[in-house]
Nanobody, 128 residues
């Protein structure tokens, strides 16, 4: 499964950005995007990659890191094979490279060591 992320950029503190990730192809197992939970991670300079948000394969369940809860919203469109991260009330500490990912379940997708496929990163910079 190939993942292509887009939508990063520079925004002022308090502003909004929307990240998108489009999936294509299938895994060696035959799984496609619709068979996977999906999520977003981020990595700030000098820091570990950290979990941000995840959504189940159906879109019926979502999970957020405490640091973004109430400000970020994850969604997916299985017809278009996309996941979206709407980021509102952005803070300078949200500055990072954001990565989309897919994994076998809503639980495993939250652990970066269990992610099945990664997209390339997209830079988000929030100025104060």
């Amino acid at each position: 499964v190939q993942l292509q992320a887009s939508g990063g950029g520079l925004v002022q503190s308090g502003g909004s950005l929307k990240l998108s990730c489009t999936a294509s192809g299938r895994a060696a197992s035959g799984r496609t995007f619709t068979n996977y939970a999906a999520g977003w991670f981020r990595q700030a300079p000098g820091k570990e990659r950290e979990f941000v948000s995840a959504i189940s394969w159906s879109g019926g369940s979502t999970y957020y890191a405490d640091s973004v809860k109430g400000r970020f919203t994850i969604s997916r469109d299985n017809v278009k094979s996309t996941i979206v991260l709407q980021m509102d009330s952005l803070k300078p500490q949200d500055t990072a490279v954001y990565y989309c990912a897919v994994g076998k379940s809503l639980v495993t997708i939250q652990d970066k060591s269990l992610v099945d496929f990664w997209g390339q990163g997209t830079q988000v910079t929030v100025s104060s």
